[in-house]
């Protein structure tokens, strides 16, 4: 989905991941991991169970912490500054502010919706931005709307969680995260959790929102959606990024590991 000049320009990356490690105790999960994400692009992360996915994710919207490497976000470092002590440039960990500051460039999508049951589709978008972003109600409300007809639920707005498809319930989870105007949107097998007949319209907002020119980072197990819309395929296994390239790696892989996980899910 990347168009001429974001593909040819030096642009800032969006993301950029530098021998990211990450360990929880003994079990080290990411053992140097490099990523970049070019603005407006699309990067869909394939791999096994336990190969590390989620914990990148989580680690890029900084859900957990990183035990080695860097991560830049919009050109920024994640979770540190350099300040000047004493006249040496030392590193810092920043703030719960600032740390929230960053954060709101991404938005992210889980394979479980969490929306609030006892809120209706409209209130759950209108929440984090009323709450978070002290935005006035009937602005926010404004912008719910908005967000819920470009997911396809503007006929939905007040429906309960319960009277929803798994498929509408994300869809609303979708613009729950499009509301807080992310830079960048995550998703975390965002389609996993839903029968397969509802697949389809979750993954059909989802290129939407590629082509209308958003940043995404997307761990899925659906290779024809990898192969429709991703620039970027990345094949973890074991905390390692195996292959990487563009789509076209899905029909030609290299590695011995990432033609045998092909053969699994195709
Ligand atoms: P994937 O998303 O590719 O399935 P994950 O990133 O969820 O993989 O997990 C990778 C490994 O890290 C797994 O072995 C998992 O059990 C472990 N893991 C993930 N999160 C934690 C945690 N908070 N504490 C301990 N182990 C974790
Ligand atoms: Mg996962």
Redesign the pocket.
Known sequence: MTNETTATSKSTPAVKAVQVHKA??D?H?LKGVDMTVEPGSVTVIL??????????L?LINQL?TLTGGSIEVDGEMIGYKYVEKKGQRVLQTLNDKEVAAQRAKLGMVFQRFNLFPHMTALENVMEAPVHVRHMGKQEARELAIHELKRVGLGERLDYYPSQLSGGQQQRVAIARALAMKPEIMLF??PTSALDPELVGEVLNVMLELAREGMTMIV?THEIGFAREVADQIVF?DG?VVVEQGGPEIIDNPTEPRFKDFLQHVL
């Open positions: 929880f105790g079990l999960v791999g096994p169970s336990g190969s590390g996915k989620s914990t990148l989580r957990e975390d097998e761990v973890m905390g």
